[in-house]
């Protein structure tokens, strides 16, 4: 072990002594909130807007450091409304220490500081658990694990819940660095790679410990299945911890079985798929506070708690027919999560739209939808019609709702505008309005 990680191993003060420093990247460590083996996470700023963020520092040799790094830039890639948004990565030094870092989306609270004060209702257990169940099914379907599912790693921005991101793996990849081992490791762990039923394991344990306060206990390093409290789960959650908390890998429930258990006579979660995928994290106003405790979670980005505004909603979905996904591009036609092909004009000196991309938000995500939120993106399209860069000339109160604009800009194709007869380059304006009752998209030549 590297001398700089035996000196940082989860020694606040060892951390705080960085507040106010910059690191390479321009990123300012604003505020200590936590630690972990390790790592520590402070509040930081990005972008020219100085958008405020959290930056996770973790200490490891160079090796380590170059897979997270590689982790890190793969889990980026991902983008779902319930899963913790990954930034900028690299490595930066600080004193004597080399380190890594990503900088993420910053969150209001996390499930480890509500249970301390109380268990969480059964209709909050659900609601949260449908969420995380959603993400963790995404993830599973790309192959992915999420490697340390815990009430600390379940965080909140306005009302939506999110998973964190920076310790996805895929599926057979070697495990991160070993920390302690606790009751939300599977059994199995440190001898197989990341796998989906480990998973499954700390969901399990998340569940009991939601609802009781307590992780189910195992007497012994080697004991037999846990010792689950059945009188305080009611149903579903004491069958989906009995079937996830099964010591044989194999025999432990699939995520799909989860989603089934928590929603027995409908199961229909959309998956949206625009350029891989079009799923995200919204923002809203801030919950009211309620509680200011420390986090010691690696990946714990919260300040304040929130309370039961994050868990109880009483508005109701917009009815089937506000729920289709619209373009003004396209005239009104639905653009149902695909690509939209349009019949094309004759080319004139701006050129015409030639195949549009409009956004398809999950229900979830536009629950949270208060008016009318707008995107402007413009893009740079060449003598083909493709696009060759994006940039934001409005980007909206929302992160989610801008990854989306600009991630469905990007696919946008075009009939070249005319220079001297010949194809040129060109410039376009993509405004995306996202409602509760559509997504638009209106596109605008830039002259030239």
């Not at 599977?186 to 306060?213: F, H, R």
């Not at 938000?361 to 536009?366: D, F, G, I």
Request: contains cysteine; aromatic residues 6%.
């Amino acid at each position: 072990m590297a001398v700089g990680v035996q000196i940082l191993a989860n020694i606040p003060e060892q951390w705080r002594q960085w507040e106010g420093q910059v690191i390479e990247g321009g990123f300012p460590l604003r505020q200590y909130v936590g630690s972990s083996d390790h790592s520590a996470v402070f509040l930081t700023e990005r972008g020219q807007e100085r958008r405020r963020a959290a930056i996770k520092l973790v200490v490891s040799d160079p090796e380590n450091t170059k897979a997270l790094i590689s982790g890190w830039e793969r889990a980026r890639a991902l983008v779902h409304p319930h899963l913790l948004g990954l930034y900028e990565t690299g490595t930066c030094r600080l004193g004597e220490v080399t380190m890594g870092y990503v900088v993420m989306e910053a969150c209001e609270e996390d499930l480890s500081q509500i249970l301390p004060h109380r268990a969480l209702t059964s209709a909050e257990a659900t609601e949260m658990l449908q969420q995380v169940v959603d993400v963790i099914s995404y993830l599973h379907g790309k192959g992915m694990a999420h490697g340390r599912i815990k009430p600390s790693n379940i965080l909140a921005s306005g009302e939506q819940v999110k998973l964190s991101a920076d310790s996805l793996r895929k599926v057979g990849d070697s495990l991160h660095p070993a920390d302690t081992a606790t009751i939300y490791d599977a059994p199995e762990k440190g001898t197989t790679a990341a796998s989906l039923a480990a998973d499954m394991w700390s969901l399990g344990v998340t569940i009991v410990e939601a609802l009781t306060q307590q992780p189910p206990r195992r007497e012994g390093k080697t004991a037999g299945e846990p010792i689950i409290p059945a009188e305080n789960l009611p149903a579903p959650f004491g069958e989906i911890a009995r079937h996830c908390l099964q010591v044989d890998p194999g025999k432990r429930w699939r995520i799909d079985e989860v989603s089934n258990a928590l929603t027995p006579t409908a199961n229909t979660r959309p998956e949206p798929v625009v350029r891989r995928t079009s799923e995200s994290s919204t923002s809203k106003p801030a919950p009211s506070r309620r509680f200011a405790l420390p986090i010691v979670a690696a990946v714990a980005l919260v300040v304040l708690l929130a309370g039961t505004k994050l868990f109880h909603r009483t508005e109701s979905a917009p009815p089937p027919e506000e729920r289709s996904t619209t373009s003004a591009a396209t005239s009104g036609q639905p653009a149902n999560g695909s690509s939209t092909q349009t019949s094309s004009p004759a080319p004139d000196a701006a050129g015409s739209v030639a195949h549009e991309v409009v956004p398809d938000v999950p229900l979830s995500a536009r629950r949270t939808i208060t008016g009318t939120i707008r995107v402007r993106v413009k893009v740079n399209v060449d003598p083909a019609g493709n696009v060759t860069k994006t940039s934001f000339e409005t980007r909206g109160p929302s992160e989610y709702f801008a990854r989306l604009a600009q991630q469905s800009a990007s696919a946008w194709k075009f009939v070249p505008r005319q220079a001297d007869g010949q194809p040129a380059t060109g410039e376009w304006s993509l405004t995306f309005e996202f409602s509760r009752a559509h997504t638009r998209a209106v596109p605008k030549p830039i002259s030239r």
